[in-house]
């Protein structure tokens, strides 16, 4: 069994009876890329805090390579290294100066990794921060991150501001990451980002964990596209078990056609057993994208 | 909202003037009661080329009104400078820099526009500054409305024409700090020029280059002259119009002076955020430290011309108001004459000593401030995420300001002593280096309450330490009207030094209150370590 990265035991914070964050219990083991997804004011940069040892949890504990986030900061920092989502940092120092300042607040990091960060990321370091715009100032805490080799990275939304180029080289940083076994806690909300990074992701909302899981179990739990095309006469599908989101419609190259297309959550069984007697000219089903889980799973949570 | 900001400030600002006027008005006519002795104060500052230098000219000294001018005017008018070219670069340049410009003019507002908006809103605030002061002026000084009035519109039109320039200086400047050291200087260049031409020296003409000048020709309170408010008009009307001609026309975040915004890497100082925190402390120290070494070596080096002839119950009557602990024996008859002047010229240094703390107390204040700022502004997020103990990070905070304000401490009474002794005074090294010292105790007080204060409720930190030295400063002045019992005066932190070198140092008052201080700051650091970091 894999040593746990970040463990969460019923991490509660309370703000003046606002519950930013609920009962959350939480795993992510050494080595791996966990997402953690959520909307605005989910409790996602809460949780963070928590486990930097910035707030106290009004209940349960937190803990980073089995060290207590809030008693044991210090020595989980030096695990850690943490890339917040708004940088906020020293108008007056370059990004070179900021850039030395953080790697020894960390107490290690890699120069010549340092190197290779600034010119991939696009970084003038000999310039102010307060003449950087938003973009680089989130690169030059994005650097201070990854060029500290820690094993534990917690990224807080660390894209923001970037554009696509940018992007990529962030992606190829965490892979890098990756291949030398760092752990990485990615919060986000752009899920593109996610799904293309993370091997597990958990959902929060309004403070809850509401999933917790692979990309394949979370998927699992959402319902499969289908879309159908019958030649002569259709079926009736309104009852099978586990379809939804019905919509048929005359195929527009083919007046004997009816495109049908419909989502199915569960076995596929009750559904081919149905088409097995029509004349099915095309059978096309595919996985949904996280976006698509993510607003599945939030609206069916919404209802409960 | 900036206009309803600028009418509250400006209120506390002008109940401030008001306090401090009425207060040297009301301490004048406590201790200058007989004409013998009003006349012998005007002869003596009359014919003093380097007070009348530092402080303006003194007609009319032997009047309660002539006093107060002479007393108050130079403070107030410094200090309304100040305040307009901060208001104006804060609400201009300031703006432009936080971003919020660009989300103002994304609505219906032009750039002209809004810059006029803003102008007009910190103008605003000049309105209750110069209500309040006619009525502090009236009450103090028994003088006429409209003489107060004159007067009170000194200071109003000094911060006019600073507002005017600070918007003008937000519109070169491409960032706040640039603008408000542009505008500074010239504050300094105005009151230089002013400075040499009544220094006696035969340059009397520079008087017409300096605003501070021209409000002395106007004379408000003795024989005013109010067409002498024309250039003050003229030049901030001609701020506003060069304003005008440059907001509309130059891009929205852009100054017309380049800043350096390039530089290679200086590795001093940033081995972490405490050394960090020293290195960004540099400039302010050394403007704290420039000022109380400028103002120390002034004192000292005027306080044996000055305290010629001034009698002894004058100023040991405000001593002994200043500090708790009462004057020295009086001499034998046979030594009183010399013995009186000695004590006249000790107590000088002691004042100078005391006014020092006043400085350094308010500087304390500011280096709490910044420490505080750290944290609202986000970047103590970053700097704990790393080795360094949040009881580490905030004891070295403390260390480093506890540091400063003994320096500035030290710098205050060298400089006294060397001043003294450029003008043939010898006073004893050591004890002027203790006096200085001890004489920080009150600044230490003000960083223990800030820490205890920043440990438990961090958003209150930097006003409540500004404020409760504003406190102990206004008692001090409400303590020259008398009237007040002792116990009101006890409060204040200025109130339990010995006025040293007037009187022997006591240290038993300073010990207690390092004591305070030391109490109140481990407090703070322990709740820091323990409570949640809290942004704005």
Redesign the interface.
């Known amino acids: 069994m894999a040593s746990k990265a970040i463990e969460a035991r019923g991490l509660t914070k309370d703000y003046k009876g606002v519950v930013a964050l609920d009962d959350l219990d939480l795993a992510v083991d050494e080595g791996e890329i966990f997402g953690f997804l959520g909307p605005n004011g989910a409790g996602k940069t809460t949780t963070i805090r928590l486990l930097m040892g910035f707030i106290a949890p009004t209940k349960g504990t937190a803990t980073v390579f089995g060290l207590d986030a809030r008693r044991d900061y210090v020595k989980a920092h030096s695990k850690m290294a943490y890339v917040p989502a708004e940088a906020s940092l020293w108008p007056s120092l370059t990004g070179a100066e900021t850039l030395a300042l953080l790697g020894k607040v960390h107490g290690s990091f890699d120069p010549e990794y340092m190197k290779v960060l600034v010119d991939r990321f696009d970084l003038d370091p000999e310039r102010r921060i307060r003449a950087y715009s938003k973009g680089n100032r989130q690169k030059v805490v994005l650097i201070s991150g990854l060029m500290t080799r820690a094993p534990l990275l917690v990224l807080d939304e660390p894209t923001g501001g970037l554009d696509p180029l940018m992007e990529q080289a962030f992606r190829e940083s965490i892979a890098e990451a990756k291949e030398r076994g760092q752990t990485i806690f990615l919060s986000s909300h752009i899920l593109s980002e996610v799904e293309a990074l993370c091997s597990r992701v958990a959902l929060l909302r309004e403070g809850r964990l509401i999933e917790d899981g692979s990309l394949s179990e979370i998927r699992s739990l959402g319902s499969i596209f289908v879309d159908i095309a019958i030649e002569g006469a259709v079926p009736e599908l309104a009852g099978v078990p586990g379809l939804s989101a019905l919509q048929t419609e005359p195929s527009p190259s083919s007046p004997d056609v009816t495109n049908i297309h419909c989502k199915v959550k569960g076995p596929m069984e009750p559904l081919l057993s149905v088409l097995s007697g029509s004349n099915v000219v095309r059978l096309l089903s595919r996985e949904p994208s996280l976006e698509e889980m993510f607003i599945t799973i939030y609206e069916s949570d919404q209802k409960r | 909202m900036i206009l309803k900001r600028n009418l509250r400030n400006g209120a506390i600002w002008g109940v401030g003037f008001a306090i401090y006027v009425a207060s040297n008005g009301l301490t004048y006519k406590s201790l200058y009661k007989t004409k013998a002795s009003r006349t012998a104060l005007a002869v003596t500052f009359g014919n003093n080329r380097t007070m009348n230098a530092l402080f303006g000219p003194s007609p009319g000294m032997d009047t309660v009104a002539g006093f107060t001018y002479f007393k108050a005017s130079m403070t107030i008018l410094v200090i309304a400078g100040i305040w307009g070219l901060l208001s104006s670069t804060k609400y201009l340049r300031g703006e432009e820099?936080a971003g919020r410009w660009d989300l103002m003019l994304a609505g219906h507002s032009t750039p002209l526009r809004q810059t006029v908006k803003v102008i007009g809103s910190v103008l605003a605030g000049i309105i209750p500054i110069v209500l309040f002061m006619t009525i502090g002026t009236v009450v103090g000084t028994d003088a006429s409305l409209l003489l107060a009035f004159w007067f009170a519109l000194t200071a109003g039109l000094m911060m006019a024409m600073f507002v005017s320039i600070g918007a003008l200086v937000s519109q070169l400047g491409s960032?706040r700090r640039q603008a408000t050291l542009i505008a500074s200087a010239i504050l300094v260049v105005a009151y230089l020029l002013r400075t040499v031409a009544e220094s006696g020296i035969g340059l009397s003409w520079l008087d017409w280059l300096s605003p501070f000048g021209w409000m002395d020709y106007v004379n408000p309170m003795v024989s005013p002259n109010p067409v002498w408010f024309t250039p003050a008009i003229g030049l901030t009307l001609l701020g506003i119009a060069a304003v005008i001609a440059i907001a509309g026309n130059r891009d929205a975040g852009a100054g017309l002076l380049r800043?350096h915004?390039?530089?290679?890497?200086?590795?001093v100082f940033?081995?972490?955020?405490r050394t960090?925190a020293l290195r960004?402390s540099v400039i302010s120290f050394l403007s704290w430290a420039l000022g109380v070494v400028v103002y120390s070596l002034i004192v000292g080096s005027i306080a044996k011309s000055a305290s010629k002839s001034l009698p002894i119950d004058s100023i040991s009557k405000i001593l002994d108001k200043t500090s708790g602990s009462s004057s020295v024996t009086a001499p034998s008859p046979g030594n009183a004459a010399a013995s009186s002047s000695h004590e006249v010229l000790m107590s000088f240094y002691a004042l100078g000593l005391v006014a020092s703390s006043i400085f350094i107390a308010v500087a304390a204040a500011g280096f709490l401030t910044s420490i505080r700022q750290e944290e609202s502004?986000?970047?103590l997020?970053?700097?704990?995420?790393?080795?360094?103990?949040r009881t580490g990070w905030l004891a070295s905070r403390a260390l480093s300001a506890l540091a400063m304000i003994a320096m500035l401490g030290f710098l205050a009474a060298v400089s006294l002593w060397a001043g003294a002794n450029a003008t043939g005074v010898r006073l004893g090294f050591g004890p002027m280096v203790s006096a200085g010292l001890v004489d920080v105790a009150p600044a230490a007080i003000a960083i223990g309450f800030g820490l205890m204060l920043f440990g438990f409720v961090p958003r209150i930190a930097s006003t409540a330490t500004y404020s409760l030295v504003a406190v102990w400063i206004l008692i001090e002045a409400l303590e020259g009207i008398g009237g007040w019992g002792h116990w009101m005066a006890d409060l204040s932190a200025f109130h339990q030094l010995a006025a040293a070198p007037y009187q022997p140092i006591n240290v038993v008052p300073a010990i207690a209150m390092f004591g305070i201080a030391l109490v109140a700051g481990v407090a703070g650091v322990a709740s820091f370590s323990?409570?949640?970091?809290v942004g704005d």
């Open positions: 820099d960032t800043s915004d390039r530089h290679n890497q200086r590795r940033i081995s972490d955020p960090l960004l502004e986000g970047r997020h970053q700097a704990l995420s790393g080795r360094i103990s323990k409570r949640d970091l």
